[in-house]
């Protein structure tokens, strides 16, 4: 199971610190705005057979939140392994990238306890290297699919683009995924082969 976090920003995002507007007439108003967009932190994790997720980070009192330690541990307590238990997946591999909330003393000690020897991570059993976003199939297929698709109606608030984003993610067909999958393994073929060069000639094929 690969698994990953990704933003979902509600409204585009420009950097306008170096964008000066001049005029020859003050115009005395002031237009207040917020300094970041509102967004979304979502995880899912993946393997060929389906998904588990969306899950959102929120705090107790239901606000959005990004990821730390304690926050990861707990999606990992009271919502994965539920999710694994209830899908019966059995000896279960699990992958995750070198976020420092996922590898942490504590966050790989948990991981460890659930799912022993079977983690590619970073400081794990099976090394996971940095960087590596176009062997992550949430990367190089699903946040992209998915960022696609949920804003094509233009949601208003959080709670529309989370709809939208648990929408999409539900209605994937496992045939898709399983092609993701087939995509994975061409690319570490490609990767054993040309000593791990760039991955130039591969593409995901829907």
């Known amino acids: 199971m690969f698994s990953d976090e990704a933003h979902f920003w509600l409204n585009g995002y420009v950097n306008k610190q170096n964008c000066r507007i001049w005029d020859e007439e003050q115009p005395e108003e002031i237009q207040e705005l917020p300094l970041h967009p509102e967004k979304t932190t979502v995880w899912c994790g993946l393997w060929a057979g389906g998904i588990i997720g969306p899950y959102f980070f929120k705090n107790d009192a239901g606000a959005n939140v990004t990821v730390n330690g304690d926050r990861y541990r707990a999606m990992i307590t009271d919502y994965l392994m539920p999710e694994i238990e209830a899908r019966d997946l059995g000896a279960i591999w699990f992958q995750q990238d070198g976020a420092t909330s996922h590898t942490s003393h504590q966050s ?16 794990g059993p099976v090394d996971w290297p940095p960087r590596s976003y176009d062997i992550t199939p949430l990367d190089f ?27 999409v993610i539900r209605q994937l067909p496992v045939e898709m995924l399983e092609r993701v999958i087939e995509n994975w393994t061409q690319r570490m073929d490609h990767l054993r082969c040309s000593n791990s060069q760039h991955l130039i000639d591969i593409i995901l094929k829907k």
């Open 108 to 123: 790989m000690d948990l991981l460890r306890e659930h799912f022993g020897e079977h983690i590619i991570s970073r400081f």
């Open 141 to 167: 297929f699903l946040w992209g699919y998915v960022k696609s698709k949920v804003y094509a109606d233009k949601p208003a608030s959080i709670q529309a683009l989370e709809e939208n984003i648990t929408r």
